[in-house]
């Protein structure tokens, strides 16, 4: 049985996801249950299209979400979407401080971001790299804010929100899983200049070649 089945997703009086306890334990859990895989890059076709919608909420599923936690802490990430791992399934997995230092570690399923209203949002022009595009970064502006509705690892809705770095976080691991990177968003001579990032250098953990 994949121990992770057995953490319960707490949710707060409003709904949203209590993901800021316990931080430590949990990913230790899914972590100690997972095997590490190898990252798929940039040019892998599962990368770039829409990925499936997960119907099953079982064993499976949950022996997915240990690897990738095993996955998301040998490549020293932040987040990892299921497609990072070459599997074609609409799951992410997050072990990310926000712009205040508080850690959230957590799941979603089925992912959505929430449309918010455009004079509500201010954008960040922070730098972003991507464990599917090794050693690349580049300046990419996103909302500083963010809610993202899915559902847990037991099929249960969930919503999840976050500021600043996290906020970016889910937007980018949220784009992942329709198909997007990062450098998709960026002029086509900052995408160049983060492959020729990408090509200069060797990346720090296993990645799955390109045929």
């Given amino acids: 049985m ?20 316990d931080c430590e334990a949990r990913e230790l859990a899914y972590r100690e249950a997972g ?3 190898p990252i798929t890059v940039v040019g892998n076709p599962v990368l770039h299209r829409e990925c499936k919608d997960v119907t099953e909420f079982g064993e499976e599923l949950a ?21 990072q791992i070459g599997v074609d399934a609409k799951v992410f997995v997050y072990d990310c401080p926000d712009d205040d230092g508080v850690r959230h570690t957590g799941v979603v399923v089925n992912p959505k971001l929430v449309e918010l ?13 991507c464990l599917s595009v090794p050693t690349a970064y580049a300046s990419l502006a996103r909302p500083d804010y963010a809610e993202v509705t899915g559902q847990d690892a037991q099929g249960n ?3 999840v929100r976050g500021t600043g770095y996290f906020a970016r976080c889910l937007q980018h691991e949220t784009d992942h899983l329709y198909g997007y990177l990062y450098i998709d968003r960026l002029s086509k001579r900052d995408r160049k200049d983060a492959l020729r990032q990408m090509a200069e250098n060797t990346p720090r953990y296993p990645v799955v070649a390109n045929d």
């Avoid at 994949?2 to 306890?21: F, K, L, Y």
């Avoid at 022996?63 to 497609?83: H, P, R, Y």
């Fill in 2 to 21: 994949a121990q992770q089945e057995n953490q319960v997703t707490p949710i707060d009086d409003e709904g949203w996801v209590v993901d800021t306890e």
């Fill in 35 to 37: 095997t590490s895989r």
């Fill in 63 to 83: 022996q997915l979400i240990n690897d990738m936690f095993a996955s998301q802490k040998t490549a020293e990430g932040v987040g990892l979407a299921a497609n």
């Fill in 117 to 129: 209203p455009a004079g509500s949002r201010v954008l960040d022009d922070s730098n972003e790299g």
């Fill in 157 to 159: 809705p969930i919503k």
